[in-house]
Every structure is written in C-alpha cells, then in structure tokens.
C-alpha cells in the first residue's frame, strides 16, 4: 500500500518502551486533533503512551497533526494513506501494525470517545484474565446520548441486537460489539486474517475467533467538532461486512447472483410484455446482469483477492466470457423447457439460473481471481480443499 509516513512528537523517543499505542483512524477531522491530543494527553499521565494517527482525510487534518505534535508531551506519529484500503477498520489494522505496544487502544477522532476512559480500560486489561476490554454503550451506566436522533438510536440498537444474534456463541459476552472504542492485545489477533470492509472492526475481530472479553461503561458523547459520516453508504457496507462474516464468501456470491437473478427475471418479464422474443429477452436479460454482477463481484465478494490476481480487465475479459460460454449453454436448455417441457420463460430462466450456481462460483474462486504467478497445478484433492477454503472464507463455523 502506498502511503506516507511520519513519526513526530516531542516525547519519548522511539527506542523507550511504550506502555499502549493509542489508534486514531480519521477522515477530515483536523477541528478535532488539537483538543483530542489535549485530553488525551492529560489522560493518560503517568503512562507511557503514543497516539498514531491513522489518517484518510482531504483537507488540512494531515497538517493539524503535523502542527500539534511538534509540541505534544508524549509521541504522536501520522500515517497518511494513499490508498484507503478497507475503510476505518484498514486504518485501525495499519495502526495495529505500526504500533510500539502491543496493547492498542482504538479510538474515534471526534471525541464521542472520552479519552479519560482509557486508563479504565488498561486497569480492567491489567487483571490479566481478558484479551480485549470494550467500552460500551449499553453495559452499566453506558449511554448513546451522542446519536443524532432517536432514529439513530432505534437503527443502532436493532442492528447490535440482530448482529449479537447471528453470532450468539463469540459475543455473548459484548453487548456492544459495534463500538468503536476497545482495547486490545495485538498479540492475541491475526492480523494477517482480517479482511476489514468497513467501519466496525471490533466486529470483524471478535468474529473471527473466541477471545475473553470484558466490557466497561462509557457515555457516547456529542461530536467535539465536524459532521458525522454515518451514511447510507456506510450502512449498506455494514449489511456487507455482516453477511461475509456470518455466511462466508460463497454466501455472499450467492447474494449478488441473486440480484442478478432478479434483475434477469425483470428483464425478461418486461421485454416479453413488449413483445419482445423470449429469447432475444434472455439474452439481453443475460448480458446486462453479467457485467452487473461482475461489478458486484469486484466490490464486495471477491475484493481482498484482486490485488493478487491479474488486472480488471483480464479478470473481466474472463469473468464475461465464461458466462457468455454458459449462456450460450443454459439459454437453449431454457428454450427445451420453454418448448417441450412447456416451462413460462420465467420459471425455465430461474431455474437454469439455480443450476449454473456452483458452476459459476468455482470458476471466479479459482479461475478469474487466481493469484497471478499460480503454483504448481494442484491434485484433485488440493483443488477441493481449496474451493471449500473459499466458499467459507471469511465465515464462522
């Protein structure tokens, strides 16, 4: 990944031991830097401590921190992101690796996250009997009163509600597992393993592995400065993240051409009402969902595997002719059915659709996506082992 580095602070210098590595992931958040260094610093007294920056930002933020660290008491170091690889939860993994300590702190920038908690998370750390000590909202005298509005609220506490359900077994011990303020040992987490999509990386660590757990109390407080980045969009990559943790790579596969499917069904039903031929409305049904789908496939089932493959075009070029090979043979075994089997074209489409499922979904894994430089050609049982790796990567058994 592309990025710039920077290690600044007037603090201790880099050989010191550093107690914890305070993670800051930010975006446009350079009204926020000088008070949130402020109280943190004041929090933190009597700790060896560093504040890293994590920062995906388009305004002056970089520059902020840059300025205020020059002067801060303890180390506060930058890392600036060229590529903005898997959102916040990529930036706190970044933050994870540059760390000193490997017990990491992961906080908000925009001071909803109290910086005087933090010495309550090291002491509950230090009992010694838990991996990674969360700050809730909704454990103690925990409040949300920092959501928006009472709609946020709502959404926040049914989504916690339906994501502590799909993976009642690892957080049944969190009752706010899509907090963004937690501590953990990074010894205990695989880095390597984590595939972060969105903003709510706690979720993605507890998911992927049992971990002890405990939780302390905070107040979810008002934004210090700035808007809020909640988004649609962001909630769209939640439902993402979810799903591939829940239901693994082939699910989600499943989920796209399932869309495809539907569109393809629109399709055809709507040219057929115009009169169109049933066939020449399968192909036209057929064409328009294959590049779709090979958008989707891009964006949120097979991203973490194209950096290794080959380039977005050949990848297409692949992608849009296997599935042209195999329309070319699912759309005359619809026009059997449709003819002899007298199958309506909608019902022979779906079903043809079911069919070429697993066919398709082998052929992206290890075909469309496969590593550039692949190995030495694998045994049949290699092939298998590897297929099952990607159709449960990245859910939970």
């Known amino acids: 990944m592309s990025r710039y580095w920077s290690a600044l602070g007037s603090g201790s210098p880099r050989g010191d031991s550093i107690d914890i590595s305070i993670v800051v992931p930010t975006f446009n958040e350079a009204a926020n830097v000088a008070e949130l260094v402020r109280r943190t610093v004041a929090a933190v007294e009597g700790v060896r401590a560093e504040i890293i920056f994590v920062d995906d930002s388009t305004d002056e933020t970089p520059a902020v921190i840059r300025e205020v ?13 060229d590529e903005k690889s898997g959102g916040l939860g990529g930036a706190v993994v970044e933050g994870f690796r540059a760390a000193e300590s490997d017990i990491c702190i992961v906080m908000d920038g925009d001071l909803q996250h109290p910086p005087e908690k933090i010495l309550e998370l ?18 103690g005298g925990g409040t949300a009163h920092g959501l ?12 916690t509600a339906v994501t502590r359900a799909m993976f009642p077994v690892k957080l049944h011990d969190v009752t706010d597992p899509m907090t963004g303020f937690f501590l953990v040992d990074r010894r205990r987490i695989d880095l390597a393993t984590l595939k972060p999509r969105g903003f709510k990386i706690l979720l993605e660590i507890l998911a992927r592995r049992s971990f002890r757990v405990a939780e302390v109390p905070f107040d979810f407080g008002d934004r210090y ?16 993240q979810l799903a591939l943790l829940r239901f693994g790579k082939m699910s989600m596969f499943a989920v796209v051409g399932g869309l495809g499917a539907v569109a393809n069904l629109l399709i055809v039903w709507a040219l057929t009402e115009m009169g169109v031929n049933y066939v020449v409305a399968a192909v ?3 064409e328009v969902t294959i590049v779709g789908n090979f958008l989707l496939f ?18 297409f070029a692949k992608s849009f002719g296997f599935n042209n090979a195999e329309a ?11 003819e002899t089997w007298h199958f309506s074209a909608v019902i022979a489409t779906a079903l043809t659709l079911v069919i070429a499922f697993i066919v398709r979904f082998v052929f992206h894994s290890l075909v469309v996506y496969a590593p550039k430089k692949p190995g030495t050609p694998s045994h049949l049982r290699e092939v298998l082992e590897d297929i099952d790796e990607q159709a449960m990567q990245p859910g939970e058994l």
Do not use: N
């Open 69 to 81: 660290a020059a002067s801060a008491p303890i180390p506060v170091r930058l890392i600036h992101r």
């Open 122 to 139: 090291v002491d509950r750390f230090r009992q010694g009997d838990v991996d990674i000590v969360v700050a809730s909202r909704y454990v």
């Open 148 to 159: 928006a509005d009472r709609t946020r609220v709502a959404v926040s506490k049914v989504s």
């Open 225 to 240: 400065a700035g808007e809020s980045k909640a988004s649609l969009a962001q909630g769209f990559h939640f439902i993402i």
């Open 284 to 286: 036209v049904g057929a």
């Open 298 to 315: 891009e964006r949120v089932v097979f991203q973490d595997m194209r950096e290794a493959a080959s380039g977005v075009w050949s990848r």
């Open 328 to 338: 070319l043979i699912r759309i005359p075994v619809m026009a059997l059915m449709v």
